[in-house]
């Protein structure tokens, strides 16, 4: 069987492009969308006596709205502190302590935000990329459990999110598994015995320290896998499913095939269009 390194020559017709939308065509949709939280967002900001006091506000209030909320407040008020850092209502009385005399003081505010367009299309196209991020994700495990379906539902049992779910954690699903450890989804035969752990990924862009990061960090997952299969007699494999652009940038592909050569048959990277050709039964039982 061909491994993913023979590919690299023609990789650009095994690379799968989920469609991203145009500027600024998304903006109606946009306007529908956030209209609504810019608003909310420059009443609670009249209504407050401090910035601490704006964010304290923000986050009684229930989702959906907060998270946006808090997505403008990180714009206008503390560009320092990230969105998910705010989300944890039990730590905004340590975060206003630690990073407060950084926010941006409420009158500013107030005038910054007296003198955007009302509508603020800029602001509502930053926040549609928020809406976006991770939806190619989505997209092509999504695209993997449907193929997956098709071709083995009736031989093997698969889990794991379709769409923006809880991850998979191993110490939940493996007998004696410690760590709390992410996966996106476990192919198991019917009897239950554990086959495969997969890994998805779609790349837009990449490159830089980040390939660095991500190839050592699934190197790391490769060993701790084999080794907990081999302790425990289990036939279980790595996947890694991985598609887009960015695989083609910089040492990406290299890096890829370098992990499945390190896991010697026991470790698969395919993109969508592989399938067919690469993630055969013959490997799923090896």
């Not at 410690?178 to 192919?187: C, E, N, Q, R, S």
């Not at 990924?201 to 997952?221: L, M, P, V, W």
């Not at 695989?247 to 993109?271: I, Q």
Request: proline share 4%; net charge negative; with cysteine.
């Amino acid at each position: 069987m061909s491994s993913f390194g023979d590919y690299k020559d023609k990789a650009s017709q095994y690379i799968t492009f989920f469609d991203s939308e145009f500027y600024p065509d998304y903006l109606d949709e946009a306007r529908v969308i956030y209209g609504s939280v810019l608003e909310q967002f420059t009443e609670l900001t009249q209504a407050a006596s401090s910035s601490a006091d704006l964010l304290r506000n923000i986050v009684e209030k229930p989702n959906p709205s907060r998270t946006q909320l808090l997505r403008v407040f990180r714009k206008y008020v503390s560009p320092d502190t990230s969105v998910e850092m705010l989300k944890v209502k039990r730590r905004i009385p340590d975060i206003i302590a630690d990073y407060g005399h950084k926010f941006r003081e409420l009158q500013t505010v107030r005038e910054k935000l007296a003198n955007r367009p009302n509508p603020d299309e800029a602001l509502m196209a930053l926040l549609m990329e928020y809406k976006s991020r991770g939806q190619k994700g989505y997209e092509l495990t999504e695209a993997f459990f449907i193929w997956f379906e098709k071709t083995f539902s009736s031989e093997y049992d698969i889990k794991g999110p379709v769409g923006a779910g809880k991850d998979i954690m191993l110490n939940e699903v493996l007998a004696n598994w410690v760590a709390k450890t992410p996966a996106d989804l476990l192919i198991s035969r019917l009897d239950g015995t554990p086959l495969v752990i997969g890994f998805a990924r779609y790349d837009s862009d990449r490159g830089g320290a980040q390939e660095d990061d991500r190839t050592g960090g699934n190197r790391d997952k490769i060993t701790e896998i084999i080794r907990y299969a081999d302790s425990y007699n289990l036939p279980l494999k790595i996947f890694f499913l991985n598609d887009g652009p960015g695989l083609t940038l910089g040492s990406m592909w290299n890096d890829y095939a370098t992990l499945e050569d390190y896991g010697k048959g026991r470790v698969m990277v395919c993109t969508l269009k592989m399938l067919d050709e690469r993630f055969t039964k013959d490997w799923l039982e090896s």
